[in-house]
């Protein structure tokens, strides 16, 4: 760790020992993933044991997340069944003003089709926001076998909309992405994979309200190897104390209660972002907050 000029306490992780990984005690690793593993730690059988232990956490953390999801997804779903009975009633009142045989004048009748179009429009609207999350939900779980061009725009939206539940009411997202942000090639679930632990790191680090903000734009790389994709994701939380900032890429450790973080996000996001070609930083000054910095290759 170093400090920069500014006395802000920089910490610049650019690679992750894989063993380190491994050797953390968690339940999402069975005794024979983690034997197989540590002995082939430096071989080649080590990359399918990488690939089973993101996708593991991957499953794990949607698993913490689903609670909230079927939450957001049961809000909609109410909205659309109650106006399917408001719809019922309005079906009923037309056929009874029918049968009655007398006349129906314009403006009962318009009443009446002004009501039926506000509830579809609204059961439009609910359908729209179920199919989003269903969408993030099947392409969060989606186990991508080769690398795709990917929008991270996308990926961002796909994240927020699974991470929504644990946001709302409670903290403000400021997003801040760049027009003309280039494409990468890589895993999106993946990377809504290290998003999600961001956003959720975030989350829990704020007590009571605060505010996130996340940006996504394109730079030339330091190195000349051309351009880059920088996100940002900072909140206003209590920051990272310096002992603590040491081992947050360590895996197992975590500061948090048992059943909340099992210490597994960072060290696996920075596996994840090995396999981009990327890396993560981190700034944090106690009591202001915390940023945290992912710079992947542009395409
Ligand atoms: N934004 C943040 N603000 C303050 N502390 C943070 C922040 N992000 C991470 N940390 C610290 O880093 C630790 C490690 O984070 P990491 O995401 O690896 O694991 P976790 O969140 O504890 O558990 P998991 O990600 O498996 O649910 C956290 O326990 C927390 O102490
Ligand atoms: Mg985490």
Not at 21 to 44: C, F, H
Not at 117 to 125: D, F, G, K, Q, R
Not at 247 to 262: D, N
């Amino acid at each position: 760790m170093d400090r920069d000029a500014a006395g802000v306490k920089v910490t610049s992780v650019l690679s992750h020992a894989w063993g380190g990984m491994i050797r953390a005690s968690t339940d999402l690793v069975s005794e024979q993933q983690k034997n197989a593993a540590t002995a082939g730690a430096q071989d080649e059988a080590e990359a399918p044991q990488a690939q089973d232990l993101v996708e593991a956490e991957k499953m794990a953390t949607l698993g913490r997340l689903l609670a909230g999801i079927a939450h957001e997804i049961n809000t909609p779903l109410g909205a659309v069944r109650s106006n399917n009975d408001m719809l019922d009633k309005a079906i009923e009142k037309f056929e009874a003003m029918v049968e009655s045989g007398g006349e129906i004048s314009d403006r009962k009748l318009r009443r009446l089709l002004s009501t039926i179009h506000n509830l579809t429009e609204t059961n439009a609207t609910a359908l729209d926001r179920i199919t989003r999350i269903v969408t993030g939900l099947k392409r969060y779980a989606h186990r991508n076998l080769e690398k795709q061009n990917v929008d991270l725009r996308d990926v961002l939206e796909m994240t927020l909309t699974l991470v929504h539940h644990e946001l709302k009411y409670r903290i403000e997202v400021h997003q801040h992405v760049s027009a003309d942000l280039p494409r990468i090639s890589g895993y999106p679930s993946q990377l809504s994979q290290v998003l999600t632990n961001l956003l959720v790191n975030a989350a829990q680090a704020i007590q009571g309200k605060g505010r996130i903000d996340i940006s996504m734009a394109a730079r030339d790389a330091d190195d000349g190897s051309g351009r880059e994709v920088v996100i940002t994701v900072s909140d206003d939380g209590p920051g990272i104390p310096d002992d603590v900032m040491q081992r947050i890429f360590e895996a197992g450790f975590t500061t948090k209660p048992e059943g909340v973080g099992s210490g597994l996000g960072l060290a696996i996001s920075m596996e994840i972002l090995q396999r981009h070609g990327g890396r993560m930083e981190v700034e944090s000054e106690p009591g202001k907050g915390a940023t945290f910095r992912v710079i992947l290759p542009a395409l």
